[in-house]
């Protein structure tokens, strides 16, 4: 019904920049809040950035004045610009969002397959 698919993940040296993209698609009435969330290995996933839908922000302190949370919605669309990276940036990147689906109206909460990015040093 819903899929969320991220793109732009890869390998960069550190201090370099990478923007993920994340496409919303499937029977969607509304999209409410979304945001990036990571999981490095073997430790739990945290909260990268979220976005409303009127576009107020909130960032993890440690990605505060590197990485930068977007959205168009009308394309669906949602990207995390990611500048100055570090080691410990290296994670696999989700996208999350809560969506109203077409047939019932409800929101639920959806989840992208996850991008891999690796900062080398």
């Known amino acids: 019904q819903v899929q969320l698919v991220e793109s732009g993940g890869g390998l960069v040296q550190a201090g370099g920049s990478l923007e993920l993209s994340c496409a919303a698609s499937?029977?969607?009435?509304?999209?409410?809040?979304m945001g990036w969330y990571r999981q490095a290995p073997g430790k739990q996933r945290d909260l990268v950035a979220t976005i409303t839908s009127g576009f107020n922000t909130n960032y993890a302190d440690s990605v505060k004045g590197r990485f930068t949370i977007s959205r168009d919605n009308a394309k669906k669309m949602l990207y995390l610009q990611m500048n100055s990276l570090k080691p410990e940036d290296t994670a696999v990147y989700y996208c999350n969002a809560d969506i109203a689906i077409y047939s019932t109206y409800s929101t639920r909460n959806f989840w992208g397959q996850g991008t891999q990015v690796t900062v080398s040093s």
């Open positions: 499937g029977s969607i009435f509304r999209i409410n809040a």
